[in-house]
């Protein structure tokens, strides 16, 4: 189902872009504009801006920026529909979706989640419940996870058999097509589908709205050549590297603890939270990607790694600790006792025990460290100076100074060194890398920002004023932008970039309401999105030599009288570049009559410029 473009339109321009995200972020009036601490990545001075005028916010540090949807979308890792529903359910409008034109794309997604909901009640309120399932209700009961808990993560069961799951799709009318893209059917060598899951526990994998967009299966018993764990193939709602496992259920508590433990497996993740660890999160047994710790960031900045204690276990804890650290996260990990995991302990000691465990944590370098000793690489010289150098290299990951600075205190202290030397290590690490250590900057989706700065990549030149008039249209003063449409030929603009940022503007005058959280969403280039952002929230003096053609307050900045000097100035300018030009080729004419007829088409120029200066008094 589509909402409608003018229903859209409506609910953009009834929400209070400030109230919404204030329910988020704590803000503070300063001056026009609100500002507060970014959400999306992590800082002590508030660069955050809301436009309450202008129903757009802008991170002048990670470079977020967007408008009220944009800001659920990236807060909640939710769909464009979803966040317009969230807002629409908030300001109590009624949403009349369109049954017969849609958007192909939108309504495939939506149909894609639908196979995958109606997957997750088959395998968890049918086949579990079933007599088949009885197998699974003594697997879960072996491990310890109760009924309740089973219902709050959907977990489900497929059993033996080829074509359970796949009569039930021909039931229910569901297009195989696209069940087959979601890996829950396959074909086989004679063209005919049969169930992707069988003899296996069903994890629902959740996004963090709570939509189910994968499955994780397990057998039962360990046999050979069988993998133990199957999951979901990636897809259009799918991509594993971007997911998490548990941090639809956990976020909250993450957000409210302001710390999340990571670990591994399924099991791990719902055995915590069975037992009131409410704040973990699960790489699903793969390497932690970018992406993940990415999303994570969205909810804290600090983090313990509890991985199982075999070595596979200790390797990816030390890989997940560089990935984290190059975001910016605070790192701490815990050692479990040899032979245990997360699910197996917490249920073994309890939460009292586990809680004792996770006070325990070390920072990252006692933990490298630790494991390096266990690998009695400090019995040898060279292996110790191996070991050392491996220390220096996370801590080159550090982007706090003062804290890399006492980093580098302990490793100088525990290895009885100066800590010049190991400032020299550094040094030279980064020398190496050809970089100077610098604050990261926090991976925002669908964007690439330049850190706050304004800039944009013009091939021409350009005059202040194009800036400037740019700068009116996209202000959401419909009698200015009007003005300046009725009274210019923007075609005329020296850049490229300005006339189509102008195009977009003069299109939707005819068809809709001029806001410009509505015409931001309409640029396609990031980098355009960038630049108005900052021009419109930065309130940048448009040129290093404005001042000397202010207005002496004599002209209140964005009224109709302010608009008109700007394009009235804008046209003295463009003149003025005219009889540059003219002046440039009299000197070159060699024929008298040339010369003559420029020198009398300045002569018109000027006296064109005469009568705007005296309009503009």
């Not at 039930?168 to 069940?179: G, H, P, R, V, Y």
């Not at 509890?306 to 600790?321: E, P, T, V």
């Amino acid at each position: 189902m589509r909402i409608s473009e003018s229903k859209i339109d409506e609910i953009r321009n009834s929400a209070d872009i400030v109230d919404i995200i204030s329910g988020y972020v704590q803000l503070k009036k300063r001056g026009k504009n609100f500002i507060g601490l970014c959400p999306f990545h992590s800082e002590k001075t508030p660069s955050f801006t809301v436009s309450e005028e202008k129903q757009i916010y802008k991170c002048f540090g990670c470079g977020a920026g967007g408008n009220v949807f944009n800001f659920l979308m990236d807060f909640k890792s939710i769909s464009f529909i979803e966040a317009v529903q969230e807002v629409a359910e908030q300001l109590g409008i009624t949403i009349q979706y369109e049954k017969d034109f849609y958007a192909e794309g939108q309504s495939e997604l939506e149909e894609l989640y639908e196979i995958n909901v109606l997957a997750a009640r088959f395998f968890s309120d049918y086949l579990l419940k079933s007599s088949e399932g009885e197998i699974a209700r003594q697997y879960f009961k072996k491990r310890n996870i109760k009924p309740q808990t089973q219902k709050i993560f959907d977990l489900g069961f497929a059993p033996e058999g080829w074509d359970n799951f796949l009569h039930f799709a021909n039931e229910n009318k569901i297009d195989l097509q696209k069940t087959k893209r979601l890996g829950l059917i396959d074909i086989n060598d004679r063209g005919e589908y049969y169930d992707k899951f069988r003899g296996r526990i069903i994890f629902p994998i959740f996004s963090p709205n709570g939509r189910i967009i994968a499955f994780g299966g397990r057998i039962l018993e360990n046999r050979e050549n069988t993998a133990k764990y199957l999951n979901s193939p990636e897809s259009a709602i799918y991509l594993k590297r971007r997911s998490l496992y548990g941090l639809y259920h956990s976020k909250e508590e993450i957000r409210k603890l302001d710390k999340a433990i990571l670990v591994e497996g399924y099991m791990d993740l719902i055995s915590l939270y069975q037992n009131g660890i409410k704040n973990a999160v699960a790489s699903s047994g793969t390497s932690l990607t970018e992406d993940q710790v990415q999303l994570l960031s969205r909810f804290t900045k600090n983090i313990i790694v509890l991985f199982d204690a075999d070595a596979a276990g200790q390797k990816a804890s030390l890989r997940s600790i560089e990935i984290l650290l190059k975001q910016d996260f605070e790192v701490k990990v815990v050692s479990l006792p040899q032979g245990e995991d997360p699910d197996s302990f917490i249920h073994k000691a309890g939460k009292d025990k586990f809680d004792e465990l996770i006070s325990s944590a070390k920072n990252f370098l006692e933990y490298q460290a630790a494991q390096y000793e266990q690998a009695g690489m400090f019995e040898d010289p060279a292996e110790q100076t191996k070991a050392i150098r491996e220390l220096v290299k996370s801590l080159a990951l550090v982007n706090d100074e003062l804290k890399r600075i006492l980093y580098v205190k302990s490793i100088a202290k525990k290895f009885n060194l100066r800590e010049k030397l190991i400032e020299n290590e550094l040094n030279e690490l980064f020398q190496s890398q050809k970089q100077k250590p610098t604050i990261a900057k926090t991976i925002v989706p669908r964007q690439n920002f330049s850190n706050g700065s304004a800039s944009l990549k013009m091939p021409q030149k350009y005059s202040p004023y194009e800036k400037e008039l740019v700068r009116l249209m996209y202000s959401g003063n419909e009698e200015i932008v009007r003005f300046i449409f009725d009274n210019l030929d923007y075609s005329e603009f020296e850049n490229h970039d300005f006339r189509k940022l102008a195009s977009i503007v003069e299109e939707n005058l005819v068809v809709s309401k001029i806001s410009p959280a509505a015409l931001i969403e309409k640029i396609e280039e990031e980098e355009l999105k960038n630049f108005i952002f900052n021009l419109l929230l930065e309130d940048e003096q448009i040129s290093k030599k404005w001042d000397e053609f202010s207005f002496n307050g004599k002209i209140e900045k964005d009224t109709i009288a302010y608009a008109e000097s700007v394009l009235r100035r804008y046209k003295i300018f463009q003149i003025n570049e005219k009889i540059k030009l003219n002046s440039q080729l009299i000197e070159e004419a060699k024929e008298e009559n040339e010369k003559m007829e420029l020198l009398k088409k300045n002569k018109e120029l000027i006296a064109e410029i005469k009568i705007l200066n005296g309009r503009l008094e």
